[in-house]
Antibody, heavy 121, light 107 residues
Framework: EVQLLESGGGLVQPGGSLRLSCAASGFAFSSYAMTWVRQAPGKGLEWVSGISSSGGIPYYADSVKGRFTISRDNAKNMLYLQMNSLRAEDTAVYYCAKDIGRGMVEILDYWGQGILVTVSA | DIQMTQSPSSLSASVGDRVTISCRAS??????LNWYQQKPGKAPKLLIY???SLQSGVPSRFSGSGSGTDFTLTISSLQPEDFATYYCQQSYSSPPTFGQGTNLEIK
């Protein structure tokens, strides 16, 4: 059974940092691209960042480029999102999601339960 | 970025109804259109990918169609568990973008 479990969320002040983690199990993690998607309270879905199966060139939404860094450790079956210079508008539930393909196909067939990040003074 | 627009934004229907949700892209996306279902407090779930391919385990009452800029999700006979928010998403070009969602409510 595919499982994705996010951790590392919480309350942080504007300008602060957080590192989200996503522990993957039940599939060959190193064979699939992975993605972070967020959802602000009461709002729709927003793609944040993606990374190929090998951890090659990552991709970012313009809204987080230069502030967020996606990475993965295929030996540990872990996906990460380092979030720096956080802003109030980054407040959201963050989901990690598995891509259907090895490259960035961006068809997301499994999702974690989500983790809340709140940026507030 | 490609803009995705869903209509309607909300919809009231009854169990057993046939329901159609539309999604329009701001430019042609060929057939790279996916549909997700999200229930309150839960993660999205992939229903249909590449316009019309049913994800494993998804009931056959769900179907998708379209091409280019105009796409449709159809639920042939609504069941109680289908009341949720539905999102379309294009995977034609980066960044992938989602529609604003269609909230399907019980009439």
């Amino acid at each position: 059974e595919v499982q994705l479990l996010e951790s590392g969320g919480g309350l942080v002040q504007p300008g602060g940092s957080l590192r989200l983690s996503c522990a993957a199990s039940g599939f060959a993690f190193s064979s699939y691209a992975m993605t972070w998607v967020r959802q602000a309270p009461g709002k729709g879905l927003e793609w944040v960042s993606g990374i190929s199966s090998s951890g090659g060139i990552p991709y970012y939404a313009d809204s987080v480029k230069g502030r967020f860094t996606i990475s993965r450790d295929n030996a540990k079956n872990m996906l990460y999102l380092q979030m720096n210079s956080l802003r109030a508008e980054d407040t959201a539930v963050y989901y990690c999601a598995k891509d259907i393909g090895r490259g960035m196909v961006e068809i997301l067939d499994y999702w974690g339960q989500g983790i809340l990040v709140t940026v507030s003074a | 970025d490609i803009q995705m627009t869903q209509s309607p934004s909300s919809l009231s229907a009854s169990v057993g109804d046939r329901v159609t949700i539309s999604c329009r892209a701001s430019q042609s996306i060929s057939n790279y259109l996916n549909w997700y279902q999200q229930k309150p407090g839960k993660a999205p779930k992939l229903l249909i990918y590449i316009t019309s391919s049913l994800q494993s385990g998804v009931p056959s009452r769900f179907s998708g169609s379209g091409s280019g800029t105009d796409f449709t999700l159809t639920i042939s006979s609504l069941q109680p568990e289908d009341f949720a928010t539905y999102y379309c998403q294009q995977s034609y070009s980066s960044p992938p973008t989602f529609g604003q969602g269609t909230n399907l409510e019980i009439k």
